[in-house]
């Protein structure tokens, strides 16, 4: 367990559905970035927050957003679904210095669009 | 051209042999990241440099800011090693990007 803890595991959802995908942060760490993981594209950077607040933002499509809660615990939702958002969804979480300590990661949300 | 290249995409090895896995950015950074993808999906964080040279166990991972060029080695590899293997460099404050990973193989 790396501490860093996503629901759900594996998601199977139809093209214009919305989904919530949830990450709940390592102890003590404040940040939280979102990736987006596709067999085309490989591993981008949607998003980050750092104690509630947003601090970048990468290639993220506007029917995405975020938001982070006071228990610093993170939702990424993603609306209106298409067939060429299925990857898997990676967050993870650092202590918000620079990444000083480097990152964790969670172990990811199969997102699958059908 | 992306701005993090690896080399090579596909590695297959016999166990115990030397592994050497290459990443040349093209960007000013503040930290290169390894990192380690087993087929299960889940994502490891192996290193984290700025400078010189890092060592944890049987993995060495090597930066020249200079060069824009960092090397992760594996020594002694086994089987448990094969993964994908990801270099990613930090911009600015905490935005990474990521190279296109390394898919190695060691045979027993």
């Known amino acids: 367990d790396s501490g860093v803890t996503q629901t759900p595991k594996h998601l199977i959802t139809a093209t214009g559905q919305r989904v919530t995908l949830r990450c709940s942060p390592r102890?003590?760490?404040?940040?939280v970035y979102w990736y987006q993981q596709s067999l085309d594209q490989g591993l981008q950077f949607l998003i980050q927050?750092?104690?509630?607040?947003?601090?970048a933002k990468g290639n993220i499509l506007e029917r995405f957003s975020a938001q982070q809660f006071p228990d610093l615990h993170s939702e990424l939702n993603l609306s209106s679904l298409e067939l060429g958002d299925s990857a898997l969804y990676f967050c993870?979480?650092?202590?918000?210095?620079?990444?000083?300590?480097?990152?964790?990661f969670g172990s990811g949300t199969r997102l699958t669009v059908v | 051209k992306n701005e993090v290249e690896q080399s090579p995409q596909n590695l297959t090895a016999q166990e115990g042999e030397f592994i050497t896995i290459n990443c040349s950015y093209s960007?000013?950074?503040?930290?290169l990241h390894w990192l380690q993808q087993h087929p299960g999906g889940g994502i490891v964080s192996l290193f984290m440099?700025?400078?010189g040279k890092k060592k944890h166990g049987r993995l060495i991972a090597t930066i020249n800011i200079q060069e824009k060029h960092s090397s992760l080695h594996i020594t002694a590899s086994h089987p448990r090693d094969s993964a994908v293997y990801i270099c990613?460099?930090?911009?600015?404050?905490?935005?990474?990007?990521f190279g296109q990973g390394t898919r190695l193989t060691i045979n027993p």
């Open positions: 993870a979480s650092s202590d918000g210095t620079g990444g000083h300590y480097g990152y964790t």
């Open positions: 102890s003590g760490d404040l940040s």
């Open positions: 927050y750092y104690n509630g607040e947003e601090r």
């Open positions: 960007v000013g950074i503040s930290a």
């Open positions: 440099l700025s400078s």
């Open positions: 990613a460099v930090r911009r600015g404050a905490q935005k990474l990007v």
